[in-house]
């Protein structure tokens, strides 16, 4: 629209019900889109590097350097918590219940998760080893948590017991990584251009080739039958998961390589969304 500000980072919760926008000018703006209004403006003492939206659209939270997490509520914009943090990675599971960042500490490097009911103290804290985190993900029933690391490992952890249930090495690095919506399959971008879907039993993975580019986000149907990637090749590509081989079933040119993205499908499976930065 006319005058409207640049934006340089959104996020939408999982509901598809608030999405919150950042500016240039520091400054988020907070949507209804049920609605179709604002519900708050925020101006941030610094840029925010991430934005992520709760999954039931409850709060927000805005990580920027040497100013840690600020979560913020989104019906009016009220401060809820700060985490004097910084931040690898930062994700809401899908009901909005738990938070969790992956960041360093004086243990080495970590994933630490919060009851978003309660911030006072968090509820879990999973080590990640040596190697810095790029992605995080919950699966849809919040009972397990996925990291994609920049040293090739994926690990999996059972929530309830902080147990590392998989490890799974990969020759390059790793990116954007999502659980399937029944919890059982892990899909994840390498920097080897490949994306792979994991069984997250065995740890057994199968890889789907076609990008010319990284992979830097992967996004699940709902009904767990396809999986969309977001490339630096400047291309999403949607992959048909229930025949053998994979098949790729479309493939759509953006503007510009995607190098770090979010992607998500709609309700209904016939649209898909990304948000991009170069």
């Given at each position: 629209e006319p005058g409207i500000e640049p934006v340089s980072l959104s996020a939408?919760?999982?509901?598809?019900?608030?999405?919150?926008?950042?500016?240039?000018?520091?400054?988020?703006?907070?949507?209804?889109?049920?609605?179709?209004?604002?519900?708050?403006?925020?101006?941030?003492?610094?840029?925010?590097?991430?934005?992520?939206?709760?999954?039931?659209?409850?709060?927000?939270a805005a990580f920027a350097p040497d100013h840690g997490v600020a979560i913020h509520a989104c019906s009016d914009g009220a401060r809820v918590a700060h985490l004097d943090l910084q931040v690898a990675a930062m994700a809401f599971s899908e009901d909005g219940r738990h938070f969790a960042v992956a960041h360093g500490g004086p243990r080495?490097?970590?994933?630490?998760?919060?009851?978003?009911?309660?911030?006072?103290?968090?509820?879990?804290?999973?080590?990640?080893?040596?190697?810095?985190?790029?992605?995080?993900?919950?699966?849809?029933?919040?009972?397990?948590?996925?990291?994609?690391?920049?040293?090739?490992?994926?690990?999996?952890?059972?929530?309830?017991?902080?147990?590392?249930?998989?490890?799974v090495r990969h020759a390059d690095s790793l990116r954007g990584v999502a659980f399937s919506p029944d919890g059982a399959r892990l899909a994840v971008g390498c920097r080897d251009y490949a994306v792979y879907v994991h069984d997250v039993a065995t740890g057994a993975a199968r890889a789907l080739r076609g990008h010319e580019g990284i992979p830097s986000a992967v996004a699940w149907s709902r009904d767990g039958k396809r999986l969309v990637s977001a490339g630096d090749d400047e291309s999403l590509r949607v992959w048909d998961l229930t025949v053998a081989p994979v098949r790729r079933e479309r493939q759509w040119s953006v503007p510009h390589a995607i190098e770090y993205a979010q992607l998500a499908w709609s309700q209904d499976g016939g649209a898909v969304a990304v948000r991009a930065s170069r």
């Open positions: 939408i919760s999982a509901d598809g019900r608030v999405l919150a926008l950042m500016t240039a000018r520091n400054e988020i703006t907070v949507r209804d889109l049920a609605a179709d209004e604002v519900t708050a403006v925020l101006t941030m003492p610094a840029m925010p590097e991430s934005l992520s939206v709760a999954g039931d659209g409850r709060v927000f080495g490097n970590c994933i630490t998760v919060w009851d978003t009911a309660d911030w006072r103290q968090p509820v879990r804290e999973l080590p990640t080893g040596d190697g810095n985190v790029h992605d995080i993900a919950f699966d849809v029933h919040c009972r397990q948590l996925a990291c994609s690391n920049y040293d090739g490992r994926l690990c999996v952890f059972a929530l309830a017991s902080g147990e590392r249930t998989l490890e």
